[in-house]
């Protein structure tokens, strides 16, 4: 269209159309550049609720980021008591219990 408007031979449109391409390759770039942060990687440090007592091979599940998990600790888990995520395995994650005054909703500690 710029070449239409200025001209096939217009070095003002060429010089428009290779800026405005130079701008969208540095921005697309950036873009990439940083690191992902989302998903799983960003469990650990969050807290959640018990939603299933701990079995016989202390495994229990409980509520993270709105998603059920399978969980475990060193320490049997109760219904409704809050936890801290501290690693990821999986699909299961390691969590200790977290003390009551200090629970955040859901956030990273």
């Known amino acids: 269209m710029l070449l239409l408007y200025f001209g096939s031979e217009s070095v003002w449109a060429l010089s428009l159309l290779g800026l405005i391409l130079a701008l969208a390759a540095i921005i697309a770039i950036q873009a ?19 939603t299933q007592e701990s079995d016989a091979r202390g495994r229990a599940r409980a509520l993270v980021r709105g998603e059920i998990w399978q969980v475990y600790a060193d320490t049997p888990l109760k219904l409704g008591q809050s936890v801290r995520v501290r690693a990821e395995h999986g699909l299961m994650l390691k969590v200790e219990p977290v003390p009551e005054r200090d629970v955040s909703l859901g956030e990273p500690s």
Do not use: A, F, I, S
């Open 32 to 50: 990439h550049r940083g690191r992902v942060r989302g998903g799983n990687e960003e469990l650990p440090g969050m807290t959640g609720e018990v």
